[in-house]
């Protein structure tokens, strides 16, 4: 049975650092496009970030460029989200995801599995 388990979410003030971890169970990571989605309260659910299998590259949302970088860990099967600099607009559970497609998935619809969410608050 697939799982992704997302870790690593917690509180911070403005402009701290936070990494998530997203642990695949029957899934090898390297051969799906693994992919970062958030959602604050009242709002839908926004793409974060994209990482292609077959060297396709990573892909980013317009609200996070130059601040997430996005990345696999092959030995651990896992992908990581490095964020920096967050801003209180950052709050939102954040959500793992795979999908087959190769290449720019960033639509929620073209994932096929997704993992329970993470918590991050950002106080100002």
């Known amino acids: 049975q697939v799982q992704l388990v997302e870790s690593g979410g917690g509180l911070l003030q403005a402009g701290g650092s936070l990494r998530l971890s997203c642990a695949a169970s029957e899934l090898p990571v390297w051969r799906y496009t693994m992919g970062w989605f958030r959602q604050a309260p009242g709002k839908e659910r926004e793409f974060v970030a994209a990482?292609?299998?077959?060297?396709?590259?990573?892909y980013y949302g317009d609200s996070v460029k130059g601040r997430f970088t996005i990345s696999r860990d092959n030995a651990k099967n896992a992908v990581l989200l490095q964020m920096n600099n967050l801003k209180p607009e950052d709050t939102a559970v954040y959500y793992c995801?795979?999908?087959?497609?190769?290449?720019?998935?960033?639509?929620?619809?073209?994932?096929?599995?997704w993992g329970q969410g993470t918590q991050v608050t950002v106080s100002s």
């Open positions: 995801a795979a999908s087959g497609v190769r290449g720019g998935a960033t639509m929620a619809h073209q994932y096929d599995y």
């Open positions: 990482l292609s299998w077959g060297g396709f590259g990573s």
